[in-house]
């Protein structure tokens, strides 16, 4: 059982039996008498018997297990993480982690929970799985669980969250033939996707051991970001998860993924390419090379379709819906109030093929479990490839994108419904390109992925939703800035007082007040900014000037009521479907953001929030294979810059 002490001196304790060892963890820093939360960091889930084989499953601990330290990570390039380059954030406001970095003991976990759980709680379980490609871990400050299940507590909606940490790059994912025959010579089924492996592993773990910590293990809800996101789509489309499904349901997040995934010889070819300059000839020298060098090689892949991870019935494409299935949102769908039980049903292997019992409104096979899943997406994901698409001229844009469609008719139409000509202006030029790599990358993929998971759970259990809430620091939604809201642990920036937005009450329709509004409230707020303005001047000529309504109203601005308003209301969706609630009516789309707005809305916002339109005419008739090519290609930057910016 876990102590149950609010005294910081006191550590916090899980007596295994199963395992038999004490784990022994920390008061978390962001504690308080009302809402305690510990945590038990750097707990071993696996180990790695060599490199590029599979991991093997964690059962055997000391009788006392030290939890208070992160274990080490994955050997990945020392830069700064894509999120806290993304949110710009200065380095004071970066706390120096110093993690460290081992090839063979990288699989760890860190378990935060409610201080009071016993192994009676039966907590539900959130398992969150880091993005990042390259780079990234489970213990990143920035993804903390302290605060988001601290808010599980207040809300009355308690979970354990467990963040692992897995292998990544070339270490996690190389994959060729020669691999795979080594592989099977030393009893190791498939080849390549070992980080995949070491999440299921993961997710083995908490299966087994979780309910010790106050988890229950049948109730587990993925959610994961980026490449991490786009980790769970496979998991979703894996033999495994068929067979013996180890989640419930699962939130997708800006996925970063392979629509059509490379098999072995594929994999194998680009793996060549990478390693050539290291000068190996056989796979034991290549487990000899010092991890290092290793690391400075960063693959375009990341799944490989080995024949064995994904399920029978796997085409080889994560999307797999038929014209009609793909435009599916309609007011038809079903909408299912999920219970802790009712979002999965396991089938008798017997009768899992059997298509005189389906009753499939689809025509495609049908997986053994169908988790219900919330996807979406933010409004300016593509602003992480600013520099690459800063690099291109118009002309060289045009040509490439030209050679890539490889028809004239189908590369006019995109160029025309995106802008985009040899005569561009250099200064409109990127925020044009940063556009189609937005739609090609992220908005298109994650429509095509939610119209499919849809349509194989038979019109329902996909929950859709836009996050276009800007970020405080950079007045964008950018990829990744959901993880501010959601973990509420980036210091926000010098926020204003007040603004003409600040109003305690929103209009009858949900959306609020802007400033050309002639409601009483909307006037107030101006009075009340342009008066504080005034004062502020006043006060002090050293203070800078106050808000200039007149000047600044059409800025994006983040104040603190809007940035709790979107991060109360992203935490408690997430947490009420992690505990089997529907998080808002199936058939209609969530938004958060901008400037504060949170509520449902019909699915028509995709028109003014996307530009769905202009993605039946000018990428569908070129398929998901060279769109999602032109979209690498672009964020890669011109020839001359080849470098690739995941």
Known sequence: MIAKTFDAVQEPVVLHEDLKTTFTGIVHPISTPDAPVHQYRGIKYASVPARFRQSKLCTHYPPQTDCSRFGPICPQPKFKSIEEELFNLTEDCIPDQALKQCEFECLNMNITCPADATPASHYPVMIWIHGGANRGSGSNWITDAGPLVQKSIT?????????????????GFAASPALRDDNKSAG?????????RDQRRAMEWVHRYIHAFGGNPTNVTLFGESTGAGDILCHLHSAANEVAPLFHRTIIQSAIVDMEVPNVHQTGWQMSKLVAPLRVQTIDELRAVDPEKLITLAPAFRATDDGVFFRKSWTGSLVNVDETARHQHSGDSVVVELSHHSHHLKVPPHLAHDKSRSHSRTRHPQPASHQPTIIGDCGA?????????????????????????????KANVLLRLYDINAYTPADELPERLLELINDTRFAWPTDLIAASLRAERGGHGVWRYV????????????????????????????LPVLSPYDCTEPRADGFFFTPDSDDECAIAAKKAAQTCAVADDSDSEDDGPGYDYDADWAMPVVDDWTYARVRNGIQERWLAFAHGQAP??????????????????????FQARRRARVWREALEPLGMEVVQKLGVELCNGPPVDSRSYY
């Open 467 to 494: 996050f276009d809430q800007e970020s405080p620091s950079r007045g964008l939604p950018h990829h990744a800035v959901d993880l501010m809201y959601i973990f509420d642990n980036v210091p926000l920036p010098s």
């Open 155 to 171: 809300a009355g909606l308690p979970v354990v969250i467990v963040s692992i940490n897995y292998r990544l790059g070339l270490l």
């Open 584 to 605: 808002w009516r199936a058939e209609g789309v969530y938004v958060f953001g901008p400037e504060g707005e949170v509520g449902e809305r019909s699915l028509s916002i």
């Open 188 to 196: 190791d089924e498939g080849v390549g996707n070992y980080g995949l």
């Open 381 to 409: 994901e593509s602003l992480l490839w600013s520099l690459p698409a800063s690099l291109w001229t118009a002309a060289g844009a045009v040509k490439r994108i030209r050679a890539i469609c490889q028809s004239l008719n």
